[in-house]
């Protein structure tokens, strides 16, 4: 991702030995199944253990019971962190075909990171069709801009603010998996 290649820059290597890549996606696997629609209690799907931050993912999952949420943690024993509640669902390890479910049957892909340089877990969300609601970190303005995604500061708050904003305003989220969609088609295998 960029923010590797202005590392890099910024370390003394000469811009012409560096070449910047993004992660691509598999579309012929990862693509929308269901039509595009937004549930009325908003499903928000997060997943992924590298660079998360369960802590506060855990805190924002308590102040915004009125969505759904889908939590992937794989093999991370963060269970403990999250209140049981019906709106609450915890998954384990998932198989691909499980977890590409999951994602179709969500509205927004939400990413407590605490660094990005390029994601398997954006990069499909996006195949999928989701709305995305990231950390404005590293390199995730490669894969995300405001037509696609809400992109917050890393905090509580911001992430609150942006997901009532979403559960107020659904029509918005729409819009923001059709951006996802289009901007996800740049991100197959051939174009990479």
Sequence with gaps: GSSLSTYFEKAGIPQSKISTGFHY???TYYH???PIE??????IITMGALQRDYVMLAEIVRQCPDVHWIICRGRKNVDDLFPESPNVELKGFLSEAELRHQMDMADISLNVMEDTVGSNVI???MAMGLAM??????????YCNERNAILVENNIESFKEAIDRLVSIG???NT???QTLLKSSGLVI???
């Design 171 to 173: 029509i918005m989220i």
């Design 32 to 34: 929308k199944q269901q």
């Design 25 to 27: 996606v598999d579309s």
């Design 176 to 178: 923001m998996k059709q």
């Design 38 to 43: 937004t549930h009325s209690s908003l499903r």
């Design 123 to 125: 990069t499909t969300s």
């Design 133 to 142: 609601v990231v950390s404005d970190v590293g390199s995730i303005r490669d």
């Design 190 to 192: 051939d174009n990479v």
